[in-house]
C-alpha cells in the first residue's frame, strides 16, 4: 500500500461581504416591524415580542464580525431575509457546482499537474442542491475529470471525512489522485429572523487534491486519520424531500437550521478534545507540541476550549487559527480555509491538526506533517 499526502488547496471567496452592523440594520428593522404590528397580542400575553440584537453582542457570544455570501441583496431586506439565487436552467452549471469548481481550480493551479492524473473528485459539503445527478459528477464534468465522482454529507466534519475518504481510495491503489470540494453556501439554510443563530454562517467554497506519496511534490504527509459520530438532536435541519407529504405548515421552523447552542459547547468539546488527545496518543505524538490546529470554525469560544485542553494551556493566535472574524462559520470549509491560509511557515517534519466537528455528532481528525 501507498502513503497519502495532501498536495494542494483551493479556496473560492463570493465577492460580498456582509458585516455584523449590516446583519444587525437588517434584523433590527424586521424586529421594530414585527412588534409594531402584533403590539395586541404582545400586550396580551399570548405571544413575546422579540428582541433586538446589536454588532456587539454577535462578536462577544461567537467571535464573528462579518461573512462573506453569494447574494447580499436578499439578505439586508427587511421583506426578504433570504439570498436571492435565481434557479437555473438544467443546460446551465449549478451554482454549488460552480463555487466548487472555482474553489478547485485553485487548488489544480497550485498543484501544477494536469486533470487528466485525478482519478476520484468528492464533494463533501453540509447541504447539496439537489438529489441527484451527484454535485460532484457535475464538478467532474465541468473540469474535464474522467473516473468517477460522488457526493457526502456528514454536516460540518464534511472535509475531513472527505479527507480520509480520499486518502483510503489514494493508499488502497484505487485511484492517484482524489480531488474534494466543500461547496457551502449556508446563507441558504439559515433563518435570518432568528436572533440566535442568523448572524453565525457564511458562504465559501474550498478545495483538497489527495495524491499518492510517490507522486507528491511537497505537500503534507497524512500520518493519521479518525472519523467519530454520535447521534445527537441538538444540531438539525429536516428540509428534505418527504416534507412535500406532511400538512402544509407542518414543522415549518425546523426546516432550516436549528441548534441547542449550549447544550452543544457542553457536549462537543470534551468530545473533541478526547478524540484529539487519544488519537495522538495512538500515534505517537506528544499533543503539547503541535505546532498549529486548523480548527472546525464553528465559535471562538469552543475553540478555545479544546485548544486550552489539547495543549494543555492558553493557545496562542499563532497555534490555533481563527478566521471566524472574516469568514464566519462556514461549515465543512472552516477547517480547510484555516489550513489553506496558515501553513506556509511549517518547516519539513512540523505536525498539526485539521479538525472538524459538528452536526451528527460527528467530528474527524488529520494529523499531517510537513514533508
Not at 400575553?45 to 461573512?67: D, N, V, W, Y
Not at 441558504?188 to 448572524?199: A, I, K, Q, Y
Amino acid at each position: 500500500m501507498t502513503d497519502a499526502v495532501i498536495a494542494a488547496t483551493g479556496l473560492y471567496t463570493p465577492p460580498n461581504s456582509l458585516s455584523n452592523a449590516e446583519l444587525v440594520e437588517t434584523f433590527n428593522t424586521y424586529v421594530e416591524r414585527f412588534n409594531a404590528a402584533n403590539a395586541d397580542a404582545i400586550a396580551a400575553g399570548e405571544i413575546q415580542a422579540l428582541t433586538p440584537s446589536s454588532a456587539e453582542f454577535i462578536e462577544k457570544a461567537s467571535g464573528i464580525k462579518s461573512r462573506f455570501v453569494v447574494d447580499k441583496t436578499g439578505l439586508v431586506d427587511p421583506e426578504r431575509m433570504a439570498p436571492n439565487i435565481p434557479e437555473r436552467p438544467n443546460e446551465e452549471i449549478s451554482i454549488l457546482a460552480e463555487i466548487a469548481v472555482e474553489a478547485a481550480k485553485d487548488a489544480i493551479a497550485r498543484w501544477g499537474k494536469d486533470v487528466s492524473q485525478i482519478d476520484a473528485v468528492i464533494c463533501a459539503a453540509s447541504n447539496m442542491q439537489r438529489a441527484y445527478p451527484a454535485m460532484a459528477i457535475e464538478v467532474q464534468q465541468a473540469l474535464g475529470i474522467e473516473g468517477f465522482a460522488f457526493d457526502m454529507n456528514v454536516a460540518c466534519s464534511s472535509a475531513t471525512f472527505g479527507i480520509k475518504t480520499a486518502a483510503d481510495f489514494v493508499t488502497s491503489g484505487s485511484a492517484r489522485a482524489v480531488l474534494m470540494v466543500n461547496p457551502e453556501i449556508c446563507s441558504g439554510h439559515l433563518n435570518f429572523r432568528d436572533r440566535d443563530s442568523h448572524f453565525i454562517f457564511g458562504d465559501v467554497a474550498t478545495a483538497v487534491i489527495v495524491e499518492r506519496a510517490e507522486d507528491a511534490v511537497g505537500g503534507w504527509d497524512i500520518i493519521g486519520t479518525r472519523l467519530k459520530t454520535q447521534f445527537s438532536n441538538n444540531i438539525r435541519n429536516n428540509f428534505g424531500f418527504l416534507n412535500r407529504g406532511a400538512p402544509l405548515g407542518a414543522g415549518a421552523a425546523d426546516k432550516l437550521f436549528v441548534q441547542e447552542g449550549r447544550k452543544v459547547f457542553r457536549e462537543v468539546v470534551p468530545m473533541v478534545s478526547e478524540m484529539i488527545v487519544e488519537h495522538a496518543g495512538d500515534l505517537g505524538l506528544d499533543p503539547h507540541a503541535l505546532k498549529r490546529m486548523w480548527l472546525h470554525q464553528a465559535n471562538i469560544n469552543m475553540n478555545v476550549m479544546i485548544g486550552k485542553r489539547v495543549l494543555g494551556r492558553e493557545p496562542t493566535s499563532e497555534e490555533n487559527v481563527i478566521i471566524l472574524d472574516e469568514y464566519a462559520n462556514t461549515s465543512s470549509a472552516g477547517s480547510i480555509i484555516a489550513f489553506h491560509k496558515a501553513n506556509d511557515d511549517f518547516a519539513a517534519g512540523e505536525t498539526g491538526l485539521i479538525c472538524s466537528f459538528g452536526a451528527g455528532y460527528s467530528a474527524g481528525t488529520v494529523f499531517v506533517r510537513k514533508r
